[in-house]
């Protein structure tokens, strides 16, 4: 089982979503890495260590990169890649070998675009500051596709084409940005020009947090694309749901190839219960405990009769 088989289970859906799409709406794709922590399973080409951002540490698991369709009620995953270490590098710094993954995950996105770009219509890409380097960004307009995306604080800014054109750029956090306006502004190495927004939030513990965001699209006003943003917590509600309601974590496979299956399984276990949700508006959790409520109910009805 691998990424084309998980297209090939999406594509009825997202025919029927785009034939039913009002006119008003659109689509996104939204791409995100995840990692199924393992600690205690046999390290393995696929359970190795990985880099977290979002917790900044080393964590032993499976890493996965997808790439989401979300359009409405529906989140459905286009394609997987998992992340396998099957090279051997050596580490002048720790002074040993490391395993390496022959692609890195910017990689793995851009050739997911180019997929997309054949077989489905969306307005944006998003994607958190992981993603957001000039390398992709050039390669997401050169591929047609729009982006909304978070930009990390020190990424530099030009606030015109003469400056530009004079090297005067600054890091994005040292202009005065207008209350909720955002800057019409051009990136470092890339050549359109781009908004860039400040956020302000306060987090649960009190303190303030700040996101920039980047877009592509200059006609936007803070408001739409800070909707268009928001749109990309689908893609930790699909981490969540893979899971804890389609039990990707939950094999006791050792061997490579029969962990990658047991985890692609898991993605059409998936997709389809994004099939029953959209089609009975039942959320995943829910589904998941109308099954098993339904299972006991057999499982006693089965008891009852063998007792009689």
Same mark, same amino acid.
């Given at each position: ?59 032993? !698991?499976?890493? *996965? @990169?997808?790439? =989401? ?5 529906? #989140? $459905? ?66 591929? !047609?596709?729009? *982006? @909304?995306?978070? =930009? ?5 800014? #030009? $606030? ?81 749901? $893979? ?66």
């Amino acid at each position: 089982m691998d990424s084309e088989q998980v297209w090939a289970h999406a594509k009825p859906l997202i025919r029927r979503a785009e034939h039913q799409r009002p006119v008003d709406e659109f689509a996104v794709l939204i791409v995100d890495d995840s990692i199924l922590e393992k600690a205690h399973t046999d390290p393995s080409a696929l359970i190795c260590t990985h880099w977290d951002h979002s917790q900044g540490r080393f964590v032993k !698991g499976l890493n *996965f @990169v997808s790439l =989401l369709y979300q359009a409405g009620a529906l #989140a $459905l995953p286009i394609a997987v890649e998992l992340i396998e270490k099957t090279e051997a590098v050596w580490d002048a710094k720790a002074q040993k070998t490391k395993a390496k993954s022959k692609f890195i995950k910017n990689e793995y996105l851009r050739a997911m675009l180019r997929m997309a770009q054949r077989q489905v219509a969306e307005a944006y890409l998003l994607a958190d500051s992981w993603y957001a380097s000039a390398e992709n960004l050039n390669a997401v307009l050169e591929l !047609g596709h729009g *982006f @909304v995306m978070a =930009l990390e604080s020190s990424r530099t800014v #030009a $606030l015109s084409e003469g400056a530009r054109a004079q090297g005067q750029f600054h890091a994005v956090d040292t202009p005065a940005f207008p209350a909720e306006q955002p800057l019409r502004v051009f990136l470092r190495s890339v050549e359109p020009a781009v908004l860039v927004s400040r956020q302000v939030f306060i987090n649960k513990d009190g303190s303030h947090g700040v996101l920039y965001l980047v877009s592509s699209d200059t006609s936007l006003n803070q408001v739409q694309w800070t909707t268009i943003y928001q749109r990309r917590w689908k893609v930790e509600e699909y981490h969540k749901s $893979l899971k804890q309601n389609a039990s990707m974590g939950k094999s006791p496979t050792k061997k490579p190839d029969t962990q990658a299956n047991h985890f692609f399984a898991a993605i059409l276990a998936y997709s389809k219960l994004e099939a029953l949700k959209v089609r009975h508006g039942i959320g995943h959790f829910r589904l998941k405990a109308q099954l098993y409520l339904a299972g006991l109910k057999a499982m006693n009805q089965e008891l009852a009769q063998f007792a009689a």
